[in-house]
């Protein structure tokens, strides 16, 4: 592999993948759901995501600083990318870790499967980084969600708020910067709507997600109490 072109930062166009490397990510998917759910409580293995995780972040921003690349690409407001910094660095009992994890397992399954990638030719440090980020972000949000996960710190209304909220700053950072942060500005799939539009286009998909997923956990906390009780009374 060449690094000159690994780090380049002259754009050509984003790669077309084939249905066998669809296939592949998509088995990527299911591997690290197995793993994340069979050796969450594993210290090593919480380790060895949290530390891919965090070099990956690094390489990838240090990349945008050593390229001047614009601010309407290289700042961290990506739905996906704000999960990322919150699972690493915020304390396990916030709601918004508990939030941006419920984000993490979402927002990477849907980048997997529809990937949108940076126009450069493969390999490339961007494209690296957003297989990696993404799958990194799956693993970490699932072994957090099934260590910590709390049904009575996260409602469906606690979700909404926090859900739009996110993106009306996201449409802030856009106005500034002339970014398509949180894919606000032209969502995926079904193109620009205007401002408005848009903003309810991505927010109420999210919401639903967010919360739909959120069930899931709480049906796992609860089998893990009884589990638990059952196991205290032998």
Same mark, same amino acid.
């Given at each position: =592999? ?38 969450? *409580? ?16 690094? =390489? ?23 999960? =990322? ?71 469906? *209304? *606690? ?52 919360? =739909? ?22």
């Amino acid at each position: =592999m060449n690094l000159q072109e690994f780090f380049t930062n002259h754009k050509t166009e984003a790669p077309q993948l084939t249905p066998f490397w669809y296939g592949i990510m998509f088995l990527g998917i299911i591997y690290i759901m197995y793993s994340a759910v069979k050796y969450h *409580r594993n210290k090593r293995y919480q380790i060895i995501l949290k530390f891919v995780q965090g070099f990956q972040i690094l =390489m990838l921003y240090s990349w945008y600083v050593a390229t001047l690349s614009p601010l309407s690409e290289a700042l961290p407001f990506y739905h996906c990318r704000l999960a =990322m910094f919150a699972i690493l660095f915020l304390p396990d009992s916030s709601v918004y870790k508990q939030y941006f994890a419920l984000l993490g397992v979402f927002g990477p399954i849907c980048a997997l499967i529809y990937p949108l990638f940076d126009p450069f030719a493969f390999p490339h440090i961007t494209l690296v980084s957003y297989l990696i980020g993404h799958y990194a972000l799956l693993g970490n949000s699932l072994t957090y969600l099934m260590n910590h996960y709390d049904s009575k710190q996260l409602g469906l *209304r *606690r979700i909404v708020e926090i859900s739009f909220a996110m993106n009306l700053l996201l449409l802030f950072v856009n106005f500034v910067s002339g970014g398509n942060y949180g894919f606000l500005k032209e969502p995926p799939l079904v193109g620009d709507y205007g401002m408005i539009s848009n903003y309810l286009l991505v927010s109420l998909p999210l919401i639903l997600a967010i919360w =739909m997923i959120s069930l899931v956990f709480k049906q796992i906390q609860i089998k893990q109490e009884q589990e638990e009780t059952i196991r205290q009374e032998n």
